[in-house]
């Protein structure tokens, strides 16, 4: 019995110590892997650092306007100084048709409008003077309408000699109408520049754009490649040529259209008068023509 008691406390005292030996290994291995879990701990109780202010948007705004305003190498001004002298010529010719083509337009709008005003004058004057002669006077000079009531008056008064011989009636109605076409042909004057203008200046503008063309291939063989800073130049030139020819073709065309039927309609008016006016020579009193 003692001898069990014995090899029972034995036991219990190795247990005990192979126990002691192994918790601190355990403890040990099981060390590392608790630490990850223990480490966000920290992280949550770290001061907290205010973020930095963004700069109000109208203050980056103008920075990045600031950095942004450079001179434009592909411009108008670039195109000038940097084009030869074919692009030159070119731009040249689209600024006179353009300039020219204004003119002609502002004039013949203030030639139109005089037009009406002296047709207006005529249709409140002339027909309440006592003679067709009066009436004319009353016209101011250089006005369509006192040149063909002269010319009608005219007509009238050299019915001799051979033209005696014509009928008086063909004779004032040839001397009226060849007066009304003097009047149309004055009011044309200009209408064939615009027509000119309106159907050569988009291929002056085209020319330029093959020219500009031209230069971006010679730059891309020179250079051996197709790299932006080498094309960007001529082919901004082409599309600059182009957009100037279609903006000097436009205005003309529209103009030319629209004048002619201002004239169409003011030469009615015209007519109109000079009808009149061939029904009262023939009914005034004449005298005799001589043989």
């Known amino acids: 019995m003692l001898k069990m008691t014995r090899l029972a406390v034995s036991a219990a005292v190795l247990l005990i110590a192979v126990v002691s030996a192994v918790l601190p290994q355990t403890a040990t291995a099981q060390a590392p892997t608790a630490a990850p879990a223990a480490a966000p701990e920290p992280a949550a109780t770290a001061p907290v650092v205010p ?42 010719i689209l600024a006179i048709m353009s300039m020219g083509s204004w003119y002609i337009i502002i004039t013949k709008v ?7 005003a002296q047709a ?3 249709d409140k004057s002339f027909w309440n ?35 005696g011989n014509v009928d008086l009636n063909t004779w004032i109605s040839m001397s009226i109408q060849r007066a009304i076409d003097n009047v149309q042909s004055s009011t044309q004057d200009g209408l064939a520049f615009l027509a000119t203008v309106g159907s050569t ?11 500009g063309i031209y230069h ?3 730059a891309i063989g020179i250079a051996g490649q197709a790299s932006i800073d080498k094309v960007a130049g001529p082919v901004g030139e082409a599309l600059i040529m182009t957009a100037f020819g ?19 309609a003011a030469m ?24």
């Not at 006077?137 to 000699?161: M, N, Q, V, W």
């Open 51 to 92: 973020p930095i202010p963004a700069p109000p948007p109208a203050q980056a705004a103008a920075g990045t306007r600031a950095i942004e305003v450079v001179d434009n190498p592909y411009g108008l001004e670039a195109l000038w100084k940097g084009g030869d002298i074919v692009a030159k010529i070119t731009l040249a």
């Open 216 to 218: 971006a291939l010679t």
């Open 120 to 122: 207006r004058a005529a």
């Open 246 to 264: 279609l903006a000097v073709a436009v205005p003309a065309v529209l103009g030319y259209n629209w004048l002619v039927r201002r004239n169409k």
């Open 110 to 116: 203030y030639e139109q409008f005089k037009m009406g």
């Open 129 to 163: 003077a006592p003679s067709v002669r009066q009436g004319a006077e009353k016209l101011k000079d250089g006005s369509p309408y006192r040149f063909i009531a002269e010319s009608g008056l005219e007509a009238t008064t050299k019915h001799t000699g051979l033209l």
């Open 201 to 211: 200046a988009p291929f002056v503008g085209l020319f330029g754009t093959v020219w």
């Open 268 to 291: 009615d008016m015209v007519r109109g008068f000079a009808a009149d006016l061939h029904a009262v020579l023939l009914s005034a009193p004449k005298t005799p023509a001589r043989a």
